[in-house]
Antibody, heavy 120, light 112 residues
Framework: EVQLVESGGGLVKPGGSLRLSCAAS????????MNWVRQAPGKGLEWVSS????????YYAESLKGRFTISRDNAKNSLNLQMNSLRAEDTAVYYC?????????????WGQGTMVTVSS | QSVLTQPPSVSGAPGQRVTISCTGS?????????VHWYQQLPGTAPKLLIF???NRPSGVPDRFSGSKSGTSASLAITGLQAEDEADYYC????????????FGGGTKLTVL
């Protein structure tokens, strides 16, 4: 079964750090571009970051540059998001999503999400 | 303020047809980038519904269809069913200033 499972969310104080992980299974992870997309409570979807299959190309939403770092380990079928200097407005469900290329550049596989709450 | 504009809500009775619009600009939809649509049922992760403007992944009923023209796109749902009640998001790519995958603000579909 094709699956993405996020972990690492939780409650963190403003200015703190958190590392999210996403475990992939059921497909050839190393062939897929991977992404993080977040959704603040009651709000819409917001693309956060993208990493190509070989990690050669990495992109971030302009508003997040310098605070978040995306990485992947193809040997372990895992995707990570290091989040530093967290702010209240970073509070959201963070989804891991793939772009396989089989559906154009659409986000075709989504995890169930992990909740990040930034609050004192 | 989302780069792609969707109506906050639409509604329809069972069996009816509804459409959801997605309006962009010359740096995204109007530049020729594909539009994709996602369905998010309450409390769940988004699911790819339409890709490449008009295409349905396997398993998506043909009641769902997409179209694109100029700087806009639309999602149509015919034969509305209670289980279609969800949030719907359009998504494209924007080349204004930086690389960005962009979403619409989402549309809440209520089945009356």
């Amino acid at each position: 079964e094709v699956q993405l499972v996020e972990s690492g969310g939780g409650l963190v104080k403003p200015g703190g750090s958190l590392r999210l992980s996403c475990a992939a299974s059921g497909f050839t992870f190393s062939d897929y571009n991977m992404n993080w997309v977040r959704q603040a409570p009651g709000k819409g979807l917001e693309w956060v970051s993208s990493i190509s299959s070989t990690s050669r190309y990495i992109y971030y939403a302009e508003s997040l540059k310098g605070r978040f770092t995306i990485s992947r380990d193809n040997a372990k079928n895992s995707l990570n998001l290091q989040m530093n200097s967290l702010r209240a407005e970073d509070t959201a469900v963070y989804y891991c999503a793939s772009r396989s290329g089989y559906y154009g550049d659409a986000f075709d596989i989504w995890g169930q999400g992990t909740m990040v709450t930034v609050s004192s | 303020q989302s780069v792609l504009t969707q109506p906050p809500s639409v509604s329809g009775a069972p069996g009816q047809r509804v459409t959801i619009s997605c309006t962009g600009s010359s740096s995204n939809i109007g530049a020729g980038y594909d539009v994709h649509w996602y369905q998010q049922l309450p409390g769940t992760a988004p699911k790819l519904l339409i890709f490449g403007n008009t295409n349905r992944p396997s398993g998506v009923p043909d009641r769902f269809s997409g179209s694109k023209s100029g700087t806009s796109a639309s999602l149509a749902i015919t034969g509305l069913q209670a289980e279609d009640e969800a949030d719907y998001y359009c998504q494209s790519y924007d080349n204004n200033l930086s690389v960005d995958w962009v979403f619409g603000g989402g549309t809440k579909l209520t089945v009356l």
